[in-house]
């Protein structure tokens, strides 16, 4: 399987090609579907496939870090499905990187047992058309999620993503952040779902939407939606949509910075909290050239 | 160097705020500029640093002799105008260290590079005289700084960018005694031959510690009376009613036209 140096040399590497598996880790491997228990470091690999389900199981008390990335030259979809067992947790990273401008459907489902965490860190700098759909559900109590996700579109990029997330027990958290920016003649079209359940009281519910616009032909639209049913929970959901601060940039401007260095300032600073939490050296350093690159 | 106003009417969304100003300040000079509120001070400043929401109708900015009215903003800073605004903004995500090392790397020349030991030696050595507390350097630029820090960032970015003229636009204004005395007394270290500043300000307090050579009383958009120290201790004891009868200034017929508000410190 062709996989990119860089990846090859990781300690633990699973990889999935069209008509190959790769498996560098300890790790149990049965057909689509990884077991991952103990404590490590997971990159997971998918080379171009055309249609794929991949199962993982995160054991109890187990605790994992997965960078799920992912080259597509062609029409792709992709199905994963994630169970996390009581009081583990699970940071996974995600970047789909085209080859050329091509089409990508991604559709995930977690399910969150007791005590257990998920951390999601979605980058989002696709070329082409990206179609995500994110399910999460919180099924028993104290389940915890942070999804951060960093969207940046440009030229002719069609993003759609649609995130859900299911408080399915009392006392469970979650919290949605997404960055995103649009460059050009790319639209950005979120939907954004928080359900809290009858009887599913203590449980608290957030989602923060922001975008840039930065071109005339650019466009973020987002729906920011509550469904709840029950009076004992905290929830907010809000999206500001808007152009780069006229304040921000007069104030950058007249300590002597170009437009464009303030713009750029100004953009990073809206980036950086995502690029801070991927704790990967190498793969912030791939997102920052790929930003540069995009706008 | 010389900084000069010359017969300046600006109008802001129709409104005519400042109608005819005429003022000259030499580098090594300290102006205090002082009147009601909603007279017009905060706009000359805003206006020589060339906010794009102003119009100047008439008269000319000149630096040196050089008219700068069609210079951007960034061209004025670069020149050597500085704000330090009445109400700094917050910028998330960048760093003050970040933040001064762009404006002054992009003051330089193409063969000249930033020394940073010796840029981040002089950052922590202002921020520590100012009270800035550690990891300043790191702290995203006004974010969740109190009134007082915010103010007190502004007179640091003066120290680190060294300008030739700089508008300290109601810095008292926040502050408290300590903290005034604070930046009093750093600003008026910072005087030198090659800087002129212009104090704006509605009280006498933060003039206790910088001593200006200059004070101008600034009523209905118009500089209406220029004096020295003697001024501010009768605008201290009498307000500025004495003035407009000296005078014979009638108020303004026109609505008075609000910018914004002044920041205030409200007592919890």
């Not at chain 1, 991604?106 to 998920?118: C, G, I, T």
């Not at chain 2, 040196?64 to 210079?71: E, F, P, Q």
């Amino acid at each position: 399987m062709n996989i990119p140096k860089y990846i090859k040399n990781q300690k633990n590497v699973i990889g999935f090609s069209k008509d190959e598996v790769y498996n560098k880790s300890g790790y149990i491997l049965e057909t689509d579907r990884i077991i991952l228990s103990g404590s490590d470091e997971v990159y997971l690999f998918l080379n171009n496939l055309k249609k794929k389900n991949i199962d993982i199981l995160i054991k109890e008390n187990a605790n994992f870090k997965i960078f799920l990335l992912s080259y597509n030259s062609r029409k792709t979809k992709i199905n994963l499905n994630v169970e996390i067992e009581a009081n583990a947790l699970l940071k996974l990273y995600s970047n789909f990187i085209p080859k050329n401008k091509t089409s990508l459907k991604v559709k995930r489902e977690f399910n969150l047992a007791y005590k257990s965490s998920l951390i999601l860190l979605n980058n989002i700098t696709y070329n082409g058309s990206f179609d995500l759909i994110d399910e999460v559900n919180l099924n028993q109590e104290l389940a915890n999620l942070d999804i951060d996700l960093l969207n940046i579109g440009s030229n002719l990029d069609m993003i759609n993503v649609d995130q859900y997330v299911n408080h399915n027990a009392k006392r469970t958290y979650s919290q949605i952040n997404n960055w995103l920016i649009s460059d050009k003649a790319s639209k950005l079209n979120y939907s954004v779902n928080g359900t809290i359940n009858r009887g599913k009281e203590l449980s608290n519910c957030n989602q923060l939407n922001k975008g840039i616009i930065l071109s005339k032909n650019g466009e973020i639209k987002v729906e920011p939606k509550l469904f709840i049913d029950e009076y004992n929970v905290k929830a907010s959901h809000g999206a500001a949509i808007g152009q780069i601060d006229e304040d921000q940039l007069f104030y950058l401007l007249s300590r002597g910075l170009s437009e464009l260095q303030a713009k750029n300032l100004i953009i990073s600073g809206y980036i950086n909290p995502f690029i801070n939490k991927i704790k990967n050296k190498r793969l912030e350093k791939q997102l920052i050239t790929k930003i540069n690159r995009l706008i | 160097m010389v900084l000069e106003f010359k017969d300046l009417f600006v109008s802001v969304e129709g409104n005519t705020i400042l109608k005819g100003i005429n003022l000259k300040v030499k580098t090594g000079e300290t102006h205090a500029i002082m009147g009601p509120n909603a007279t017009g001070k905060s706009t000359l400043a805003q206006v020589c640093m060339g906010h794009p929401k102003y119009n100047i109708e008439s008269g000319e900015i000149l630096l040196d002799g050089k008219v700068i009215n069609n210079k951007s903003v960034d061209e004025r800073a670069r020149m050597g105008i500085f704000l330090a605004m009445q109400n700094p903004i917050e910028v998330p995500g960048v760093t003050n260290f970040d933040f001064i090392k762009a404006a002054l790397q992009k003051r330089m020349k193409k063969d000249e590079h930033l020394r940073i030991g010796k840029f981040i030696l002089k950052f922590e050595a202002a921020s520590q005289a100012l009270d800035m507390g550690k990891g300043l350097a790191h702290r995203f630029l006004n974010q969740g700084f109190s009134g007082g820090e915010k103010k007190r960032n502004e007179i640091l970015q003066m120290e680190m960018l060294t300008p030739k003229f700089a508008f300290l636009d109601e810095i008292d204004s926040g502050l408290d005694v300590d903290a005034l005395k604070l930046v009093g007394e750093h600003v008026t270290k910072q005087k030198s031959a090659d800087l002129g500043l212009i104090l704006i300000t509605h009280y006498q307090r933060l003039l206790d510690y910088i001593e200006p050579d200059f004070v101008h009383i600034m009523i209905n958009g118009q500089i209406v009376k220029t004096g020295k120290n003697e001024l501010i201790t009768k605008i201290d004891q009498e307000g500025y009613e004495w003035v407009k009868t000296e005078l014979g200034i009638e108020e303004d017929e026109d609505k008075p036209y609000s910018l914004g508000n002044c920041p205030t410190k409200s007592l919890v």
